[in-house]
Structures are given as structure tokens and as C-alpha cells.
């Protein structure tokens, strides 16, 4: 079975994969939207869950091709791999687990994920939900043949889910690091998908040479000082992923790629207030103000359920729920009055103090027309990457090198191969010092009001940012 | 004491041995704080390498980002961190009204950051490993500790796992 994706071109499913893709908890994935409110900025992110799934698979098998095809001859040298069809049944497992990687999101993605139960993540919730509903599936005779245990998927999605730590743990960490690590199959799609859908062409970047230079690192830490004080030296050096010398600028282009769609697309400042209403309308529409943990009433929660507790609450809930139902139904969002590039280190004390000043400058604001946010809450925001890169001639014949004494020749600076990507892009560490710390407030003020309420919010900034300068973070 | 000040003391504990002070160092020595002393400051989970806290990479990044913390890439992996004099100031205000807890938080940085604060991330990720799941499974379950993360690092011998878990047991707990 194949399925034609508008990103990636066709994708080739196995009849086991087909049938984990037409179970209940993936199909409702075809009913949450990869952006959340996305679409209430770029009518065109109306993409879900579903495609970024089969995305996701399409990437992580192709990265998953290249690491066998450069190593696949002396895999059993470097991993604890023992059978010859072990390495059909770990690509196996990773495609079940890139599959179903966000089979636990909730509604509108991470725009409600705030209210996920307990606080747990969508990942949790993912290994809790295959372990719960797709038991089953995994028992079938095409998936049990081949190998494919339900706790190995568990383990590479939420590893504390699982029941125990598999014995190749380490080779599973490997192939959870293709799923989510520093160059990884989720990112490489949605950044791709999301520019596709929203039009923000910032978010492409060479994908395929990226996937193309991805290759093992011979890790054995970043100095040999401090291994006399125990004498806890490893045998062989641990294999981890990194990236070959050739694959510098596509990495560039991924970390371009990811903050201008953080400032256009995901950080976007009308997409994040609709995030903070919907927010709003879930703790006081749903039950005890959250998620319910139980599986089965959790998975009746899809973008469609809420989409229409929203119409009805408009018309027939409480006074909050109209309240939050009618700004999300007619789009009347609080304006942006506020908006700086530096985090302040209490920003829950901000809040208060702003929301305060605020309400007490202008008599006629409604606390629920205000609404302070910040970057640093956002499940995309960019983080300081730190992986490796090899030069050409090493990655190919990486298993000569695969011993800790030649490992760290490879790092002597005389003969220097392997490289912190720190080295080897002057614009890399550029982009780390941009930041992108934003604190933004916003209100329901008439546009003649909107300096007033800037300098308001200024006011308490500055102020609490001195204090914060001295070293006060109480309250 | 707040998250950002047990993050700044790891620091400046960790500059003060001549630690590389980088983000396996800062997380690793992190979790073993909060171990031997109980506290719950940063909520860990086993991520590809050993214990992890995406809680406290943020918090660190936004020190970073707000002037309390310098991070300087190494020309050879990964970066250093360090206290700027803003951090510095920062630190010495709360060291001013210190609970006893503080204090026992603070006497146990020392100690941990004295004990692996030079140790290369290997080391540290082994340890903090080892660490992991003596919590987890409970201490009188040693062998299934050892058999787990033999698992996870296959590429240290039995031995060597034992012996750093006899260095935890010994030195620390």
C-alpha cells in the first residue's frame, strides 16, 4: 500500500503498518491539527497529525536506509547486534514508533497541551495509549512474526513506560534519537510540512542532503582528564548520531529553517492568542478543567469534539464559556500592547504585577481580557544544539576507528576529524546568540489606548528586571 | 532556595574545581544533587544518554539569554559555562537569607561537585545512570540495576558498572 503525501511524495506502507494506521486511536490523529489555531493566521495549516505521522515515518525509515547502508557490514562491531534479521526487525520497530510517535497528542496539538491530566506529556500519554488500545493489533500474526514487541514501540516512544528496559537498550536509544534528538525525523517533517501548508517558505531546507551526510559518531566524551580519578573507562566508544562534514550548510539551513519558523509561524503573535483563549475555554468547559487521564475518554477528545463544545457553549454554556466560545467563534482577540525580546527570570511575578497594574489603569478592563505569554512556554522553541561532525573519510570506514585510543586520535588537533558543529559554523553560533526570549502581553484596549498600556507594562518590565538585576525573585 | 540559584551554584561549584562545566556536567550533576539530598527541583526522565531534565535545559538557556550565566562553545565539543558577575551578584543575594535546607543543598554540591565535578560526561552519565535506577528499582535490587544499565551501556564492561556503583554507594549515599 503506498499513500501519496503532499511533502514527501508516495510513502509505502507494510499490510502491519496498514492496520495500525486504520485503528481508531491513529485515525483520530486525521482530526487534530498539526498548528492548533495555526489556521486562524494562515488559512492554508489546516495539515494534521496524521500526515505528519506518515511524514515522519517516511523521513526516519530513509535516515534509518542511510545508517545501514553506510554501516550495515560491521554493525555487530560497534552494536550489540547478534542476528542477521535483527536488523529488519529494529527498522521495523522505529517505523511503528515514528508512526504512532504522537498518537497521545491532545486536541489542537500543543495548544492545549497545557491541560494534558496530571501534566503528563503527549508522549506519555502515547505509550499509555498503545499500551491500552492497540495491544491487539501488536498480537496479529504479520506483527508478532516479525519480531515487533509492543514494549519496544512503548520503549522508543516514553521509555519509563515501558515494562522493562529491552536488552538492546542501547541500540533502541540510537533509534529513539532518529525519532527525537538533535537532527531528528520529527523535526526534519514538520518544519518541512508546516512551511508546505502555511505558505512560509523560510521553513525549506535541503532535507534530503541532510538525511543523506547523517552518519555514527565514535563518542568517547569531550577529554580524557578526569578517568584517572575512578578509572571508569569504556570498552568501546558509544555510538550516537551525528553529522558528516559535507552536511554543514544543510544543518545551517535546518537551524535557519527552525527559527524564522519560530518567529512567523509558531511564535506568531495572533496564532499564540488564540492558543491562550482556547486554553481558557478548555478550563472551564471540560471536566475538573483538564483532560481526563482514562484512555478511552481521553481519545473522544479531537479537534471535531471541541470544535463543536465550542458552537454549543456560544450559544447554551456559562457565562465564561460564552465568553471564551464567542471570541473563538468570531475571532475578537485582545490586542498586542507589549512586546520585548529579553525574558525576565519570574515570569509568573510579571504576570500578576502587569495583569494588576493593568486593570488598575484602565477601570473598564476585564482580567480575562488580558493575557501575558511567553517563548520559553512554547513547545517549539529553539534550543542550543550540541552533536558532532565527521569528515567523509572516517564515516566510511568507521568501524576501523572503533576503539576508544583511535576514537581520540580522531580528536588530537593535529590531525583533527571529528568536531563539535560549534567548530565548523561561524553561522551557527551566530544564530545561538540571536535568542528568541520573547514576553509579550496583550489586552482588550481600544487602539488610541495601546501606548498608554505599553508604557504600563514597561513600567513593571523595567522595574522587576532591575529587581531580578539584584538578585530579588521573591514573590 | 529558587531553581536558578541551585542552577548557579552547580556552576560556580563546577568552575571552582576546574570542571568543564558543560550541559552533561551541569544536568548529571543536577540529578545526583537531588538524590542524595531529596530534593525535587527539576523533574528527570532516562532520555537517549542517562537522566535528563528538559525543565532545567530551559531554565539554563534562559540564564544564558538573560545575561546570569556565560556560554562559551569549546573549540573542541560542546560548551562552558560559567557565572557572569550579574549570576555572581544573583548567587550572593540568596546565599543571604539561606533555609537549612540551603545549606544542606549547598554542602551536598560541594561535595558532588569535589567528587565528579573533573569527571569526563562519560563518567558522569554512567554514574548518574547508576543513580537513576538504584531510585527507581530500590536498593536492595543492585543486580537488576547492574543488569540495566549494562543494557543501556553496553560499551562499558560489568566491572566498570559495578565499580561506579560501588563509588555512589560509598562516596555519596
Wanted: aromatic letters at 10%; charged letters at 30%; hydrophobic letters at 35%.
Amino acid at each position: 500500500m503506498e499513500i501519496r503525501d503532499p511533502v514527501n511524495g508516495f510513502v509505502h506502507l507494510s499490510e502491519a503498518e496498514k492496520s495500525i494506521i486504520n485503528s481508531t486511536p491513529f485515525q483520530r490523529l486525521r482530526n487534530i491539527k498539526q498548528l492548533g489555531m495555526g489556521h486562524y493566521v494562515y488559512p492554508g495549516s489546516v495539515h494534521t497529525r496524521l500526515e505528519h505521522s506518515l511524514g515522519t515515518l517516511y523521513i526516519g525509515s530513509q535516515i534509518y536506509d542511510v545508517l545501514a547502508g553506510k554501516h550495515g557490514k560491521y554493525l555487530g562491531r560497534i552494536l550489540p547486534i547478534s542476528r542477521e534479521n535483527d536488523i529488519e526487525r529494529f527498522k521495523n520497530t522505529l517505523r511503528f514508533a515514528l508512526l504512532l510517535h504522537d498518537v497521545g497528542h491532545a486536541p489542537f496539538s500543543h495548544s492545549s497541551e497545557d491541560l494534558s491530566p496530571k501534566g503528563i506529556s503527549h508522549e506519555e500519554m502515547g505509550a499509555r495509549v498503545i499500551k491500552a488500545k492497540l495491544e491487539d493489533l501488536f498480537k496479529q500474526t504479520n506483527i508478532s512474526r516479525a519480531g515487533i514487541k509492543i514494549d519496544d514501540v512503548v520503549y522508543l516512544i516514553y521509555p519509563e513506560m515501558a515494562t522493562e528496559t529491552p536488552e538492546e537498550a542501547q541500540i533502541f536509544n540510537l533509534l529513539s534519537s532518529i525519532i527525537s534528538g538533535e537532527i531528528d525525523a520529527d523535526r526534519i517533517d514538520y518544519l518541512t510540512r508546516d512551511s508546505h501548508h502555511t505558505g512560509v517558505i523560510y521553513g525549506k531546507f535541503d532535507y534530503m542532503r541532510l538525511i543523506d551526510t547523517i552518519t555514527f559518531i565514535p563518542y568517547i566524551g569531550e577529554t580524557l582528564d578526569g578517568h584517572e580519578n575512578f578509572d571508569l573507562v569504556p570498552e568501546i566508544p558509544e555510538p550516537r548520531i551525528g553529522l558528516e562534514y559535507g552536511g554543514i550548510h544543510t544543518v545551517e539551513g535546518l537551524l535557519l529553517a527552525r527559527y524564522y519558523m519560530f518567529t512567523q509561524v509558531y511564535f506568531h503573535h495572533i496564532r499564540r492568542i488564540y492558543d491562550l483563549i482556547l486554553t481558557d475555554f478548555l478550563k472551564c468547559s471540560l471536566p475538573e478543567g483538564r483532560y481526563p487521564l482514562d484512555v478511552d475518554e481521553y481519545l473522544k477528545y479531537d479537534d471535531a469534539a471541541i470544535q463543536t463544545m465550542i458552537r454549543e457553549c456560544s450559544e447554551r454554556g456559562s457565562k465564561d464559556e460564552k465568553f471564551f466560545a464567542q471570541k473563538l467563534l468570531y475571532r475578537e482577540h485582545p490586542r498586542r500592547v507589549f512586546e520585548e525580546r529579553e525574558q525576565l527570570l519570574n515570569f509568573e511575578k510579571f504576570k500578576k504585577e502587569v495583569k494588576e497594574a493593568l486593570l488598575s489603569k484602565f477601570k473598564d478592563l476585564n482580567p480575562s481580557d488580558i493575557y501575558v505569554d511567553s517563548a520559553s512556554k512554547s513547545a517549539y522553541k529553539p534550543t542550543s544544539d550540541d552533536f558532532s561532525i565527521i569528515k567523509e573519510e572516517i564515516s566510511e570506514n568507521l568501524d576501523r576507528y572503533w576503539d576508544v585510543k583511535k576514537a581520540w586520535q580522531l580528536k588530537e588537533k593535529s590531525n583533527k576529524k571529528i568536531f563539535n558543529v560549534t567548530e565548523c559554523s561561524e553561522l551557527l553560533n551566530l544564530l545561538r546568540r540571536v535568542g528568541v526570549e520573547i514576553l509579550r502581553v496583550y489586552a482588550k484596549v481600544s487602539k488610541k489606548d495601546v501606548l498608554r498600556a505599553e508604557e504600563v507594562c514597561k513600567e513593571v518590565y523595567d522595574r522587576l528586571r532591575e529587581e531580578e538585576e539584584r538578585g530579588g525573585l521573591n514573590g | 532556595m529558587d531553581r536558578y540559584a541551585f542552577l548557579l551554584s552547580i556552576i560556580s561549584k563546577l568552575r571552582e574545581v576546574d570542571s568543564w562545566a558543560g550541559n552533561t556536567h551541569i544536568q548529571k550533576t543536577g540529578e545526583m544533587v537531588q538524590s542524595a539530598t531529596g530534593i525535587r527541583m527539576y523533574k528527570y526522565v532516562m532520555h537517549h544518554y542517562g537522566p535528563y531534565s528538559f525543565d532545567l535545559k530551559d531554565d539554563l538557556d534562559l540564564l544564558v539569554s538573560r545575561g546570569f550565566v556565560g556560554r562559551e562553545p569549546d573549540e573542541a565539543a560542546g560548551y562552558h559555562y560559567s557565572l557572569t558577575s550579574k549570576g555572581r551578584g544573583f548567587l550572593e543575594q540568596a546565599e543571604l537569607d539561606k533555609s537549612e535546607e540551603d545549606v544542606r543543598v549547598i554542602e551536598t554540591i560541594e561535595k558532588i561537585g569535589n567528587l565528579f565535578g573533573k569527571s569526563p560526561t562519560v563518567v558522569l552519565e554512567l554514574i548518574s545512570t547508576v543513580d537513576y535506577y538504584l531510585n527507581k528499582f530500590g536498593t536492595g535490587e543492585e543486580e537488576k540495576v547492574v543488569e540495566t544499565v549494562r543494557r543501556i551501556k553496553p560499551h562499558f564492561s560489568e566491572e566498570v558498572i559495578r565499580k561506579a556503583l560501588k563509588i555512589w554507594k560509598e562516596k555519596v549515599t
